[in-house]
């Protein structure tokens, strides 16, 4: 009884000992990181957008003939 009980305690302090420690290494992003990092997403952005727009222009063709243009 007293090791479940220690259990229930031990484990929303380690918890909150983990979450601490993890906010005291976070750090605010320079400028620099910032715009780089907002560079990366963009590029990516436009690399499934590509990608999207291929498959889609891949894939109206061979619809058409498979369904014949009903």
Request: with cysteine; proline share 4%.
């Amino acid at each position: 009884m007293a090791d479940t009980i220690k259990e229930f305690i031990e484990i929303p302090q380690s918890f909150v000992k983990e979450g601490t420690q993890f906010m005291t290494r976070c750090t605010k992003p320079s400028q620099k990181e910032f715009i780089q990092i907002c560079r990366m997403v963009g590029m990516g952005f436009a690399v499934m957008g590509f990608i999207g727009y291929f498959v889609k222009l891949i894939h109206i063709p061979i619809n058409n003939i498979l369904v014949g243009g009903a």
